[in-house]
């Protein structure tokens, strides 16, 4: 337990110090005036520290939420004297709320503004001393960490739904190999293809080897690749990934995710409501790190990003090792779309945002050549247009 001492109490001592200089300029005569303010300042000097008893904190019918819902939270105490008390939930230096505990039992319902996962140790149970001069703080036993989803959004999937059974997803994969059944089209043979669908016709015809191309049979495998090298609309970018990875892993497809930044993590594709759990915990977890280590995808084990597997980009490109992931995922043959902030040229700004902007707006058209579709932050929809279908 502790004591602090309020700016009441501060007050009446910086008077009974004026007091007493001028009792000993004047005469003690005027102690007499000042008795008073002596006696509440001994008060509250003097008075006991009695201990709070057991105190615990304890949460409704489960420790998660959505981002902006209400909790409702318990407050048990031993037991409960004369004085006013008064419960302060906080999340770190984040208050999240406070009420009166006018009972060994109470309640309090908070509102959590943010995502994230929410440790509550810095939690106060106060209780006031006599005529406000201090308070008596002690910090409850407290749940483990509360965690906090982000908020729903209705968001379309970024692969048009197919007819299909749900067992094998609602989505097609659009990676156009030889290992389906329906015949798509024909395309020339390149370095490190498979010669085992040969379209013989179109090789004798022009002398050069040409492939079938069959569409896949496998629901889509879908890989979000989230940077966190930069904390800019880090916050926006995390709860675009988490409504994406919610809205295909309903629609029975698979979905993996990659962590991207000063420290890397990932979770390999799978399909479920248990893979939706640990995408949305692992995204909980996610803070922009520091760092000048060079970070390349060849670090991710194989299994992370499969090589038939779609992936979706969530960046700000403001980081030079996050854009030679992206051609380095497309140059590895992986449909890519980049989701972040487009914005557009302007004239208005100084010189260096001008220039900002100009920069910018030729790195997105680098990117939209190697056939990345981009889409902005800013579109609820998400609708990709795509860019061109190969890569020059």
């Known amino acids: 337990?502790?004591?602090?001492?309020?700016?009441?109490?501060?007050?009446?001592?910086?008077?009974?110090?004026?007091?007493?200089?001028?009792?000993?300029?004047?005469?003690?005569?005027?102690?007499?005036?000042?008795?008073?303010?002596?006696?509440?300042?001994?008060?509250?000097?003097?008075?006991?520290?009695?201990?709070?008893?057991?105190?615990?904190?304890?949460?409704?019918?489960?420790?998660?939420?959505?981002?902006?819902?209400?909790?409702?939270f318990r407050i048990n105490l031993e037991a409960l004297r004369s004085q006013r008390y008064r419960i302060e939930l906080r999340s770190g230096d984040l208050l999240l709320g406070d009420a009166e505990v006018a009972s060994e039992s109470a309640m309090i319902t908070v509102i959590f503004p943010?995502?994230?996962?929410?440790?509550?140790?810095?939690?106060?149970?106060?209780?006031?001393?006599?005529?406000?001069?201090?308070?008596?703080?002690?910090?409850?036993?407290?749940?483990?960490?509360?965690?906090?989803f982000p908020a729903i959004e209705e968001i379309s999937p970024l692969s048009r739904a197919v007819d299909a059974q749900f067992a094998v997803g609602r989505h097609r994969s659009n990676k156009k190999t030889h290992a389906g059944l329906e015949f798509v089209d024909v395309r020339q043979a390149g370095p490190g293809d498979v010669l085992a669908d040969v379209n013989w016709k179109a090789t004798a015809r022009t002398g050069t080897v040409w492939l079938n191309q069959r569409s896949s049979e496998l629901p889509l495998d879908l890989v979000i690749f989230l940077d966190t090298f930069?904390?800019?609309?880090?916050?926006?970018?995390?709860?675009?990934?988490?409504?994406?990875?919610?809205?295909?892993?309903?629609?029975?497809?698979?979905?993996?995710?990659?962590?991207?930044?000063?420290?890397?993590?990932?979770?390999?594709?799978?399909?479920?409501?248990?893979q939706e759990r640990l995408i949305a915990e692992r995204l909980l977890q996610v803070r922009p790190y520091a760092t000048a280590a060079d970070k390349r995808i060849d670090l991710l084990p194989q299994n992370a990003i499969p090589r038939s597997a779609a992936v979706v980009v969530l960046s700000t490109l403001q980081d030079r090792r996050m854009v030679q992931a992206v051609r380095d995922l497309r140059f590895a043959g992986h449909p890519l779309t980049l989701v972040g902030p487009v914005g557009s040229q302007t004239t208005d700004g100084d010189d260096a945002e001008r220039l900002g902007g100009l920069i910018r707006r030729q790195l997105l058209e680098d990117i939209t050549r190697l056939g990345v579709s981009v889409v902005d932050l800013e579109n609820p929809t998400l609708s990709p247009t795509p860019g061109p279908s190969h890569v020059d």
């Not at 001492?5 to 004026?18: D, P, S």
């Not at 996962?117 to 483990?144: I, Y």
Request: proline residues 7%; aromatic residues 10%.
């Open 230 to 274: 930069s904390p800019v609309q880090l916050a926006n970018l995390t709860k675009v990934a988490s409504n994406l990875a919610r809205v295909h892993l309903r629609n029975y497809d698979r979905v993996g995710l990659v962590v991207f930044g000063g420290t890397i993590g990932w979770i390999p594709p799978a399909s479920g409501r248990y």
């Open 1 to 72: 337990m502790q004591r602090r001492y309020t700016a009441r109490f501060a007050l009446l001592l910086l008077a009974t110090w004026v007091t007493l200089i001028f009792a000993v300029i004047d005469g003690p005569a005027i102690i007499v005036i000042g008795a008073p303010l002596m006696l509440l300042v001994a008060i509250g000097l003097l008075w006991p520290r009695t201990p709070f008893g057991a105190v615990k904190l304890e949460a409704g019918d489960s420790a998660m939420c959505f981002e902006g819902d209400a909790m409702t």
């Open 114 to 148: 943010c995502f994230g996962s929410h440790h509550l140790e810095a939690s106060t149970l106060v209780r006031e001393g006599p005529f406000g001069l201090f308070e008596d703080v002690v910090h409850p036993e407290v749940p483990g960490p509360i965690k906090v």
